[in-house]
């Protein structure tokens, strides 16, 4: 009997964390336990997920499971898609990286491989805001 392999990834954007759980499968996609379309509220955020999937014409192979906790739905979906990377790249780690084929040319080359390491910025003491000041009153 053939064992079923699992491709794991996690990934990490503003304030979350997905763990990404690759089988070989149909193209099915859960996010903590509910189908894709229905977690996330845009088509657009759905589409930025799949990415990495789509220019590796990997989209019907895999069946994706996510755990995903903290942040709000974009930054969840970077962190998912991050996670996706991660986890294809681990399925085609045997191949050669200098090959036209390999999926870490693809994937780099998509700009999808480096984390985005943009944050929230911390809030200064005497202001309202990160950068916000309070409105000056001259009398």
Do not use: C, H, W
């Not at 903590?32 to 999937?53: F, R």
Request: hydrophobic share 30%; charged share 30%; no cysteine.
């Amino acid at each position: 009997m053939a064992e079923k392999r699992i491709y794991i990834g996690t990934g990490r954007r503003k304030g979350s964390t997905a763990r990404v759980r690759m089988t070989v499968g149909n193209g099915k996609i859960t996010i903590n336990g509910v189908d894709v379309n229905q977690y996330l509220p845009y088509d657009t955020l759905v589409m930025d997920l799949m990415q990495p999937l789509e220019v590796t014409n990997t989209k019907n192979t895999f069946d994706v499971e996510v755990n995903v906790k903290g942040g709000g739905f974009a930054g969840q979906t970077g962190a998912i898609r991050l996670g996706i990377t991660r986890a294809l790249l681990e399925y085609d780690k045997n191949t050669d990286p200098n090959s036209e084929t390999s999926f870490r040319k693809i994937l780099k080359a998509a700009g999808f491989i480096t984390r985005d390491p943009r944050i929230k910025e911390r809030k200064k003491p005497g202001l309202k805001k990160a950068r916000r000041a309070p409105q000056f009153t001259k009398r």
